[in-house]
């Protein structure tokens, strides 16, 4: 513009200020420093304008010019005002709350889905946070360890969860990390207690060291902390234990009276121990009194400092802070073999306390399988009612660009358009939200009965409100980012002139989200299939015995009368058989190694299950015998034995029969192989197990009743036991009912499980429904120009459910390898499994197909047998 | 309306547009407070005064004609405000009333 160079002023401080002085105010600002240029280089000559023109320049350093403008000032006048103005803030709310009234059917559909998702979610999420608080309430839980054996060679290896009683006073004695040890033996020798009139029969009672109130967080709030067991004759207690026994009385000091006129004093009160412990007890005893009572009269010299063959007691080591386990579980070997050298075969473990309730033994992966697998369950659920949100709203979207355009011709920002489908998207949370907590609230009772759990929803519970929290605000997230950024990104003009559906990439984002709704939707339908058949198979798998209608019970001092016992019982009608052992044979629980047999290596152990038994017991139970004969009931029997099949395979037995066979310290002969039978869980494999003759063990009786007249001989059981045991309550059960309780929690697993996956592909089916009713409506006017060409109903219920049913169909193609892996894993779990069959999955995937194409053909033959006159009309 | 929001350069500002209104913009005030000062006076601090005067509502602004010297870009054109007027007047009679109240010796003994 100006042809002398010396005119203009230096170009680059120019180049710099339209760099950084904001763009609204660059042209003023240049403006006036060119002007004033001009003028100096008038008044004042070239140079002297140069050199102030520097000055000049940096003058407009400051933030004010270089601070950009926000959308909002833009516009100048015609400004919006501010994204969190009040009067805005009304506005999102009255739109979003207009805009779920007017579309009363999806907002409904939206609520119901998310309502039941993040309700199911809640309720899984805190049975998962429940099972994974377990053992980690006590402070020291880091460093607590429980001690188990590894025990056999080879095949017949075994971890055992209980140990010796000394190597606990060795260990702290002799190993520095080992800050202490606590021991904890069931008490079987004192059950019933008495105070004044009351009689209590205690079922869960323990011997234990007096560190067990220090070492776990079971502080005594009554009672000196310091000695909680002053002598042999005290008792710790919880303290609804001691309601139970005095009311409201001071428990301290008071006397129980028990079995043979013992006597125990009240010497401290613990509080209950919570729900979520491994470790439970009503009573504790002092160990010192076991040892007494075993110990003292023994005249084979074993005193509680030298028994290594003893394996009864759990034992908790409290290592010192960052203490190696790997080196100590060396050092106690070391000191067991001192003590006991044939025992070569054995080795320590430490499992630590926090993984007892959810890890096997061996540290395997136990019930953290289910727990990760709820977890799963429980996230599927909410992101397939998230995905059934951002599904229909995003494919709603079409009908709302047109809204969204208005509002920005008349100055909406994006940011404010964001926000408000934020808001509707909160709004509808937020009522989605309450209902689910309600349901949770009504819900909880009976999902307590069902999952076995005490779950309370106390307000003053701060995990289950974080777990319900994050579990809100994640969906939340999760389903209204998407919509949100979607609908505020529609360009106005284009939007107005209806191009906004036919972008692809909606479209097919909407697709893959419902591929993996179904997807997840056939994992659960197989994964339920699975674990029913599993459970079926487990409880109708021959047991190798017959357990039918027989109950039992304890005897007591019914036990020396028994001939006379049997003799009255067998003559009752309904009573087809009696017979006695020493054992539960549905879940025997005494294991030992102390045996040896003809070609027994040095070094090598067989842990085996031995059991009492009379001579009609096999009889009795159906069992078989492979070979060899029964028990005769003849003296010489009280050196015979009966193997399993498994022990003989375990010893290498080739002619069991007439080899010698030592149980402790009887040595005999080997006169029988019975069939294996179960006498443990599924889970677990048939363990050797051992029967021997010894009358004076056998302290339960078995009744076998035909069915029929159950009630009358348990009757006529109760009136011998009251002969015999008056003043003891008569407990007996069903053999049935024991077995059953061994897959309490598969059961209630598989429940849980079957109830999940209903859930997740009604959900699924749900957001379907919307989204066909949603295409229905959006080709009204297709479908008319179709019917009055001449299509036929068939062929508009065929076009409009093609689509749904082809990704139903992907769904399951993805689904299928992945619930057949992921069930594979968990049958790993059971040592007898069903095999995973083609037409488990087949099943699931028609199934979810069968539900799809339901949902989808409802609203498509309501959209065929509309009259093309009305839908052609009505646009 | 506090008296603390007109700083010193401020008021001086001001009652330049004042002066020059309606053809008050940042380069004429610069140069009007330059001559009367004697001072250096840069457009920006003046452009920067403008700004926090407009923002407080003393002052208007609307863009005015573009010039060659301005390599043809358009000046922006500031007015006082009736507040802005009012501001002034307020600040004027504070002062000729302190004025008003200083002893004539006193003035006498400054010259």
Known sequence: MEPNPGKTPPRWPDKLLSWLVAPHLREEVLGDLHERYHRRLLRQGEARARQTYWREVLAYMRPSFIRRQTTGQQAGLFSSPHLLNPDMLRNYFKTAWRSLLNNKFYSLINITGLTVGLAVGILILLW????????????????????????????????????????????????????????????????????????????????????????????????????????????????????????????????????????????????????????????????SRLFNDMYTTRKDGKTKDNDFSQFMYDTYLLLQPGAAVAGLTDKLRTIHLRNKPDDTDLTYLLLPLPDMHLYRADGGSGSIETVRMFGIVALLILVIACINYVNLSTARSMLRSKEVSMRKIVGAARTQLFLQFLIETALLFVIAAGLAVGLVLALTPAYNQLSGKDLRLSLGNVSIWLVIGLTIAGTLALSSLYPAILLSSFEPLKALKGKVSSRLSEASFRKVLVVVQFAVSVMLIAGTFIIGHQLKYIRSKELGYDKSHVFGFFMRDMRTHYEAVKAELLGQPGVSGVTRASDNIVQINYQTGDNAWDGKQTGETMMMRPVAIDKDFIPFFNMKLQAGSNFTGAVADSLHFILNETAVKAARLQNPIGKRFRLWTHTGTIIGVVKDFHFASMKQKIEPAVFYYAPDQMGTIYVKTTGKNADQVIASAQRSWKQYNSGYPFEFSFLDDVFDNLYKSEQQTGLLFTLFSSIAILISCLGLFGLAAYTAQVRTREIGVRKVLGASISSVIQLLAKDFIKLVLIAIVIAIPVAWWTMNQWLQAFAYRIDLAWWMFGLAGLLALGVALLTVSFQSIKAALMDPVKSLRSE | MRRSDLGEFEEVVLLAVAVLSPKAYSVVIAEVLEQETGQLVSTGAVHAALQRLEQKGYLSSHLGEATPERGGRRKRLFTVTPLGGRILSEVQSVRSRLWERIVPQTILTWS
């Open chain 1, 128 to 287: 998962v946070q429940d099972e994974l608080s377990f053992d980690r309430f006590h402070r020291q839980a880091t460093s607590i360890y429980r001690l188990e054996n590894r025990v056999g060679t080879g095949t017949s290896q075994q971890i055992w969860t209980t140990t010796v009683a000394p190597i606990a006073s060795f260990a702290k004695r002799e190993v520095p990390d080992v800050k202490d040890a606590v021991r904890l033996v069931y008490n079987n020798s004192y059950t019933l207690f008495t105070y004044r009139n009351k009689s209590i029969q205690e079922q869960r009672s323990h011997f234990t060291d007096p560190a067990f109130f220090s070492v776990f967080d079971f502080p005594l709030i009554q009672g000196d902390p310091a000695n909680p067991f002053p002598d042999d004759q005290s008792v710790v207690m919880t303290q609804t234990t001691a309601k139970r026994y005095f009311g409201a009385e001071n428990p301290i000091g008071k006397v129980l009276r028990s079995t043979n006129k013992t006597y125990f004093t009240v010497t401290g009160v613990i509080r209950d121990i919570p729900k979520n412990s491994s470790i439970t007890g009503d009573l504790f005893l002092p160990v």
